[in-house]
C-alpha cells in the first residue's frame, strides 16, 4: 500500500530564509506525488504536482519541489520564505486504480519568524 | 465565484446523537470526497463518489453514511455509531477518472462532540 512519510512535524524558520520540508514515499510504480498547503482553519490548496518528466516541478507561491527516484523523496523548497507562507504543509500521493484518491501524510507546520 | 462550501463550520453535539454536514460544489465536477483530519494524522479518506447515485468508502467509513443524489452535493452523516467523532472534516471534488490528483477542498467543518 502507499504511504507517505512527512518527519518534521514542526519547523521554524526566519522570514527570507530559504525551507526546505522532506517528503518521503512508498509505492510500488511510478508515483504521482503532490504538495497541499492549508492555512489554519481553511481548506487545501494545491501547490505543485509531479507525474512523469522533470523531476524539478514548478508550483505556485514560489514553491518547487524535486522527485528523486533513488531516494524516495519529494522534497519541497521555497527559495526565500514570506511570512504568509506560515501554515500546514502537505505531501500526498495518489493511489491509481481510478479517481483522485489521495494518501496524505501527517503534515508539516511551519512558522516563520519577524 | 465557484467552489465548495460546507455547513455548518462549527458544530457541537451531545453523545449519541446523529450530525449532517452538508458540502455543495458548482464546479460542476463529478467526484467528490470526505476526509476527516485529526491533529498529527493527516488527513484520511472516509467516502468518495464519482458519479451521482453511486458512492464508495474509503479508509474509515465505520460510523459514517453519505448520498449522492444530486451532482452538486455530497452530504455526510455521522452517526451514534462513530466511536471518536470530534475533528476537522474537509469535502472537496474534483474531475472524474483522470487522476490529476487535483482536489479542491471546502473550507471544513469542525465538530465537536460533548
Known amino acids: 500500500a502507499q504511504s507517505v512519510t512527512q518527519p518534521d512535524i514542526h519547523i521554524t524558520v526566519s522570514e527570507g530564509a530559504s525551507l526546505e520540508l522532506r517528503c518521503n514515499y512508498s509505492y510500488g510504480a511510478t508515483p504521482y506525488l503532490f504538495w497541499y498547503v492549508q492555512s489554519p482553519g481553511q481548506g487545501l490548496q494545491l501547490l505543485l504536482k509531479y507525474f512523469s518528466g522533470d523531476t524539478l516541478v514548478q508550483g505556485i507561491k514560489g514553491f518547487e519541489a524535486e522527485f528523486k527516484r533513488s531516494q524516495s523523496s519529494f522534497n519541497l523548497r521555497k527559495p526565500s520564505v514570506h511570512w504568509s507562507d506560515a501554515a500546514e504543509y502537505f505531501c500526498?500521493?495518489?493511489?491509481?486504480?481510478?479517481?483522485?484518491?489521495?494518501?496524505f501524510g501527517t503534515g508539516t507546520q511551519l512558522k516563520v519568524e519577524l | 465565484d465557484g467552489g465548495i462550501t460546507q455547513s455548518p463550520k462549527y458544530l457541537f453535539r451531545k453523545e449519541g446523537q446523529n450530525v449532517t454536514l452538508s458540502c455543495e460544489q458548482n464546479l460542476n465536477h463529478d467526484a467528490m470526497y470526505w476526509y476527516r483530519q485529526d491533529p498529527g494524522q493527516g488527513l484520511r479518506l472516509i467516502y468518495y463518489s464519482q458519479i451521482v447515485n453511486d458512492f464508495q468508502k474509503g479508509d474509515i467509513a465505520e460510523g459514517y453514511s453519505v448520498s449522492r443524489e444530486k451532482k452538486e452535493s455530497f452530504p455526510l452523516t455521522v452517526t451514534s455509531a462513530q466511536k471518536n467523532p470530534t475533528a476537522f472534516y474537509l469535502c472537496?471534488?474534483?474531475?472524474?477518472?483522470?487522476?490529476?490528483?487535483?482536489?479542491?477542498f471546502g473550507e471544513g467543518s469542525r465538530l465537536t462532540v460533548l
Open positions: 500526498a500521493v495518489a493511489r491509481g486504480g481510478g479517481g483522485n484518491k489521495l494518501t
Open positions: 472537496a471534488s474534483s474531475i472524474r477518472d483522470q487522476n490529476t490528483g487535483e482536489l479542491f
